[in-house]
């Protein structure tokens, strides 16, 4: 099982960042060439995300590349760049339709062939930003082999929608939210929820990770170091959670012992779906 809680933007033209974002512990780190990084500074930031690659600081740390969306001059260098520097996966911004996905996944092909990299060895993220992309994104989860998860991104997708994000429960981004998630569960991938801008607001940066974490995203994209540790807390089961997957799991190994389908604890009914939940929690603390 590979955790995806959390996805850090580093912008690709800061050297700085480039070189020791490795030390906060993300889960993933994407190193963006898309909209944290000006047209003047595209071919820098190219560059100096290749040498990240390449000095394969990064260990256990997935490495992520946003490139410029398939609609930009700047997609294609961004991509040889990418897969030649060894990035585990590519992240493809503002993802509107399926025939995108499969012009990334062809010139990916092209370029593992050319350069020795392992066929199908380079996965795709797509993030969904608008209207058109939240409509196809059952499609677009599901039609490439290479994609291992498919993310919601906030902020243009707000935009595009005429409206703004609120505090609260956030209706403005429920449909978009039940959708993509939706998209990922049927293609058994996973999903991110948006990235939250305010660094400095824990407080309305954790109401929304207990959004993201209840409707059963697995994780979400993140702009600050400050954001992760509060992240990986929040998925992390507590241990009353632990200890009562435990028993769950006992009362369950006795209920086939004696050739029960359900039984309870606690006054609570123990049946398949209450079992796989309860092993979903015992995998979550192990690995987290
Ligand atoms: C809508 C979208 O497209 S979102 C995606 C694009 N946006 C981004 O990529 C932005 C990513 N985030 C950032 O660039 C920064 O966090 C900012 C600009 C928001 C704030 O930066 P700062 O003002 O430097 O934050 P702050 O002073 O709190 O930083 C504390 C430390 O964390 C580091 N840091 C902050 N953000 C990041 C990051 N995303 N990656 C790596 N390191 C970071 C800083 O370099 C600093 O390190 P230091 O103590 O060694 O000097
Ligand atoms: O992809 C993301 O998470 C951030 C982003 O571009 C957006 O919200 O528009
Ligand atoms: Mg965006």
Request: proline letters at 3%; aromatic letters at 6%; one cysteine or more.
């Amino acid at each position: 099982m590979k955790l995806r809680r959390s996805m850090m933007f580093v912008p690709g033209d800061n050297a700085g960042m480039l070189s020791n974002s490795y030390i906060y512990l993300p889960d993933s780190v994407m190193f963006d060439l898309e909209d944290a990084v000006s047209i003047a500074e595209k071919d820098t930031a190219r560059l100096l995300v290749y040498n990240t690659l390449k000095a394969k600081i990064y260990g256990d740390i997935e490495t992520v590349v946003r490139i410029n969306g398939v609609d930009t001059p700047f997609w294609e260098a961004d991509l040889e760049m990418a897969v030649r520097g060894g990035a585990e996966v590519i992240r493809l911004p503002k993802t509107e339709n399926v025939n995108e996905v499969k012009e990334l996944e062809i010139k990916i092909g092209k370029i593992e062939k050319e350069c020795g990299r392992e066929f199908g060895s380079t996965k795709i993220i797509t993030a969904i930003e608008s209207a058109s992309g939240v409509v196809n994104a059952v499609e677009i989860a599901a039609c490439s082999s290479r994609m291992v998860a498919i993310a919601l991104a906030g902020f243009d997708y707000l935009v595009d929608m005429q409206t703004e994000r609120s505090s609260g429960t956030e209706p403005e981004l429920f449909f978009a939210r039940a959708t993509v998630l939706h998209a990922a569960r049927a293609a058994k991938i996973d999903a991110f929820d948006v990235a939250y801008g305010n660094v400095n607001d824990e407080e309305g940066f954790m109401r929304e990770v207990n959004i993201a974490k209840n409707l059963g995203f697995n994780g979400k994209s993140l702009i600050h170091p400050r954001q992760i540790e509060l992240l990986h807390k929040a998925y992390k089961p507590t241990q009353p959670e632990l200890d009562h997957a435990k028993k769950v799991i006992e009362a369950a190994k006795t209920a086939e012992e004696k050739g029960l389908g359900v039984v309870s604890l606690n006054g609570k009914m123990i049946d398949p779906p209450v079992i796989q939940a309860a092993q979903r929690v015992i995998l979550l603390a192990d690995y987290s």
